[in-house]
């Protein structure tokens, strides 16, 4: 989120439309933090890896990143629309 608004700004495209929209930004890493509650370091939960939370939320779907950043944007929409689904649940 913060690299993509450094970019917007250095472009002299940041607007109230980013501003609305970065409130509606939602990180993976942190937002499966507390649902797949791996533990870390200190007694706390680490953040997962992108395989990690991908293999836990999307279970049976192969993740392939071949070393390129179109996997990897495939896997974090997978793992996004699993916590979508999640809050829904929690929220019915």
Request: overall charge positive.
């Amino acid at each position: 989120r913060q690299m993509i608004a450094i970019e917007l700004m250095r472009l002299h495209a940041v607007g109230d439309w980013w501003r609305q929209r970065n409130a509606d930004m939602r990180c993976t890493m942190e937002g499966s933090k507390d649902v797949l509650k791996l533990p870390g370091r200190y007694g706390d939960y680490k953040y997962p890896k992108l395989s990690e939370a991908h293999g836990v939320l999307c279970p049976g779907v192969p993740f392939k990143t071949e070393h390129r950043s179109l996997g990897d944007a495939r896997a974090a929409m997978r793992v996004w629309r699993a916590l979508q689904q999640i809050e829904r649940e929690k929220a019915a």
